[in-house]
């Protein structure tokens, strides 16, 4: 009775000890809105936390990402990573338990006969059968703050895989749409290269019934080399977007089961993006989640270097049996046990502990001032983001009314040109301007688009928390 109240009362002491520093999340100040909020295009309400790739109705992109979260390296890696982190934990908190071990043995000792005592000390055998338990009375909170370390470092790594997940969606997305930009770009290509030859044709139709010099046909066909020249970049272009897609749905490049076509439009745009508040990116970035619990885990350490300066109380009994021979074992009288705490304490070391706890100290202040660095980082990229969003809407904007007005210029210049009232260098300028003009909305088209796939990025949306991407494990 008295060894069951000692242990009850280590317990509870046990239980109301704990050294070292209790963590407290930094206290960050932020602004209330993000300077880019009322522009065209954002608004503050709540950000969208799952699967905003939907809201650009491209159900093929829908199926790349979804193929790419199951099937992609860098995020098996990671839940591989996050497996091993899931073990530690366990290991940590197998030490708040009593270690048992059973022992079976054979010994056979004989003494030299040309010693004093050797032929007064028989030759023995021994048998020996143990349950052997060791249980450290976690007087100080080493093991408690070994736990909670492990337990931050686990949450961590959960935040890591989240931070993968949203990566690997961007990255599948604006791979699709540098896929369908070099189609787009392609397909206008071909369009005025198509127009610049019929152009050629005509001029040179023209030179045969001597209304035109020879220079007009040079230039036209200046023109129409000029843009063949382009279509190969272009060409280049989808295939290595495709080969990029390829790699992140953990395929072979150049062969693919996914069927991408020859052609697609640009994913189209939502109306409006919600962006919610800087403070929302301390809960919805994976990765100044995993910094915070990082330094969670640092400060939590410091708790367990404290512990090891302070003496360490164990428990520890065998039950067993033994004998001579091994059909006496299990004959009354062969038992045997033990029971006793020991206490260890490190008296002196030369400060090594001292020293130990002032370094895991500059540690954790070393992963405090890496968080509030990466919290500033999520501000510059969510705001970096809704800047070149916001720019880009309005370019595109002003490509497309150019546009319109080249291809207007090119249909008078022509007419004119067939009724004799202009010369043909208007012709051809007004064609070079148009495809130039053309190729620079298509890629404005794409550049906004892929603005938004960053700004998604930036605000770390796209899975409800790291629990639903873990899951997949």
Not at 59 to 66: M, N, Q
């Amino acid at each position: 009775m008295h060894a069951v109240r000692s242990l009850s009362f280590a317990a509870l002491f046990a239980a109301a000890c704990t050294v070292g520093p209790d963590y407290e999340a930094p206290e960050l100040s932020l602004p209330a809105t993000f300077a880019e909020t009322r522009a065209a295009g954002l608004a503050d309400g709540p950000a969208a936390d799952v699967r905003w790739w939907q809201g650009f109705g491209d159900p093929k992109l829908g199926e790349l990402v979804d193929r790419a979260l199951l099937h992609n390296h860098d995020l098996r890696a990671s839940l591989a990573r996050l497996a091993s982190a899931r073990a530690l934990h366990g290991v940590a908190a197998a030490d708040r338990w009593p270690q048992l071990d059973a022992n079976a043995g054979y010994t056979y000792r004989s003494e030299s006969e040309n010693t004093p005592f050797g032929a007064f000390i028989p030759r023995t055998d021994i048998h020996q059968a143990t349950f052997d338990a060791a249980w450290e009375l976690d007087l100080w909170g080493r093991v408690r703050r070994s736990v909670e370390a492990a337990g931050r470092d686990l949450e961590a790594s959960t935040a890591d895989v989240h931070a993968v997940a949203v990566s690997v969606a961007a990255e599948v997305a604006r791979s699709y749409v540098d896929l369908r930009a070099a189609q787009r770009r392609l397909a206008i290509g071909r369009a005025n290269l198509t127009l610049q030859q019929q152009t050629l044709e005509l001029v040179r139709a023209r030179l045969a019934a001597g209304l035109v010099v020879e220079r007009d046909v040079a230039q036209a066909a200046t023109n129409v080399e000029t843009t063949r020249s382009r279509l190969p970049s272009l060409e280049a272009a989808a295939t290595i977007a495709q080969n990029r897609l390829a790699v992140l749905l953990g395929e072979v490049p150049g062969q693919s089961t996914v069927d991408l076509g020859d052609g697609g439009a640009v994913p189209t745009l939502p109306a409006r993006v919600a962006v919610g508040v800087p403070a929302d990116l301390l809960r919805r970035r994976p990765d100044v989640l995993a910094a915070e619990r990082r330094f969670a885990a640092a400060v939590a350490r410091i708790g367990v270097a404290e512990a090891e300066r302070y003496p360490r109380f164990t428990l520890s009994g065998q039950l067993g049996l033994a004998a001579n021979t091994a059909s006496d074992v299990l004959d009354d009288g062969s038992d045997l046990a033990g029971f006793g705490p020991s206490v260890r304490w490190n008296l002196f070391d030369g400060g090594r502990l001292k020293h130990r706890v002032q370094s895991l100290e500059a540690s954790a202040e070393a992963q405090q001032i890496a968080y509030e660095q990466t919290v500033l980082r999520a501000v510059e990229e969510t705001e970096n983001a809704m800047t070149a969003f916001v720019r880009e809407q309005a370019r595109r904007a002003a490509l497309a009314a150019a546009a319109t007005e080249a291809r207007r210029a090119v249909e008078l210049a022509q007419t004119q040109y067939r009724e004799g009232l202009s010369d043909f260098q208007s012709v051809l300028d007004s064609e070079r301007s148009a495809a130039l003009i053309e190729d620079d909305l298509a890629a404005s088209e794409a550049a906004v688009a892929i603005d938004l796939i960053a700004l998604y990025k930036a605000l770390g949306g796209g899975f409800g928390g790291a629990e639903a991407v873990a899951a997949r494990d």
